[in-house]
């Protein structure tokens, strides 16, 4: 990195040992779950321009890994990830709805990926169901207990067998201890 930068990675929790680069970073109340209801624990540090931080994976096999999580623009430049609050961090009220938001997923209509976020009003418990037209489940996030404030969910259009599903619309719902929404959206292959 050419400048100083907060670093998130999520590593995958069903490996008991961490590595030794990884040992001394801090530990985030944060998950992630992929595709596959794996779930990766997220840890922050804060590295100096010129550092070398990343290099090897420590898995078992390659089904087990870790991520940086970084977002990219389409003009080629990086764009670092907003960081996630700690959970002692107080949000700007500008950043706690009144309400529960169940937003428009993003970009829409998709192929192949699509990220579905919300925001809390206050800390629940959360799952987001993905349903095709016929009523049928097709994926299922649970994200367990989840801070106040915004939240987001990749999904890759496979269902919980880990295949591609086909085009067409689908429904997603945000459910939690408090509320259920839902909104549509379409895979366009």
């Not at 804060?46 to 931080?53: C, E």
């Not at 706690?96 to 192929?111: G, R």
């Not at 206050?122 to 993905?130: H, M, P, R």
């Not at 919980?160 to 379409?186: C, D, W």
Request: charged share 20%; no cysteine; hydrophobic share 35%.
């Amino acid at each position: 990195m050419n400048q100083r930068v907060d670093l998130y990675v999520g590593y995958d929790t069903r490996l008991t040992t961490l590595p030794e680069w990884l040992a001394a970073w801090d530990t985030t109340a944060y998950k992630i779950v992929d595709e596959h209801a794996e779930t990766f624990q997220v840890y922050h540090t804060l590295q100096d321009s010129g550092k070398v931080v990343l290099g090897g994976n420590d898995g078992t096999d390659n089904s087990n890994m870790y991520f940086v999580l970084i977002k990219s623009r389409v003009d080629g430049s990086v764009q670092y990830p907003d960081p996630p609050q700690k959970p002692d961090d107080k949000k700007p009220e500008s950043q706690i709805p009144e309400t529960i938001v169940l937003n428009q997923n993003y970009p829409n209509p998709f192929n192949p990926v699509t990220m579905i976020s919300f925001s809390l009003t206050k800390a629940d418990t959360v799952g987001i169901d993905i349903y095709n037209l016929s009523g049928q489940l097709v994926k299922s996030y649970e994200l367990g207990a989840l801070p106040a404030g915004r939240s987001q969910v990749l999904w890759n259009a496979t269902n919980t067998f880990g295949e591609p599903v086909s085009s067409g619309v689908y429904l997603y719902r945000l459910k939690t201890n408090h509320a259920i929404q839902t909104k549509k959206m379409v895979l366009v292959r």
